[in-house]
């Protein structure tokens, strides 16, 4: 299942800040894996998102969009088949991923919020810039109610 943590950090001389919302995911994605339909469904909008940021280059973009439009179904569907595999072997290449293996695991709650490199902190990252000077939405749980799929929306806010 794939979840949202609300964080704060709380800093030595009281303050506390409140961190945008984290999305995570429960179980490890594998190619051709028993995976968690909405656990894909958060990788594919997250992705989605990233190629339309900066930071995906324009290169990159136009060869995930060209994936992207191909497709005659919602990308965001929850089955990681051979369209999320290519969008993410562009992403991983990109990023230039430390393992280039189509698998995306769930970040430990010590490297959430941190540089620590893992696919969904850049993911979170990219989110977090790209979105905040968007049109859709004030905060995260706002975007995720008008951008996500459905079932991915009330699993992770209980809306």
């Not at 303050?15 to 995976?35: A, C, F, L, R, V």
């Not at 339309?52 to 973009?61: C, K, L, P, V």
């Not at 999320?84 to 280039?100: C, M």
């Not at 189509?102 to 490297?111: E, K, L, N, S, T």
Request: positive net charge; hydrophobic residues 35%.
């Amino acid at each position: 299942m794939a979840e949202c943590l609300r964080g704060e950090m709380y800093l030595p001389d009281e303050e506390t800040i409140i961190m945008p919302d984290y999305w995570n995911i429960s179980h490890p994605i594998y190619p051709k894996g028993n995976n968690i339909r909405t656990d894909v469904m958060l990788l594919q909008i997250m992705l989605k998102v990233y190629f339309m940021s900066r930071s995906a280059g324009y290169e990159a973009a136009g060869k995930a969009f060209a994936i992207l439009n191909s497709s005659k179904t919602r990308f965001d569907d929850g089955i990681y088949g051979a369209n999320t595999r290519a969008v993410l072997d562009i992403y991983e290449v990109r990023t230039k991923a430390p393992y280039r293996d189509g698998i995306v695991r769930p970040v430990p709650p010590r490297f959430q919020y941190t540089s620590q490199y893992t696919k969904l902190n850049r993911l979170n990252n990219v989110w977090n810039s790209t979105m905040a000077t968007s049109s859709v939405g004030t905060d995260k749980k706002e975007q995720a109610r008008i951008l996500f799929h459905p079932l991915l929306f009330r699993e992770m806010y209980g809306a």
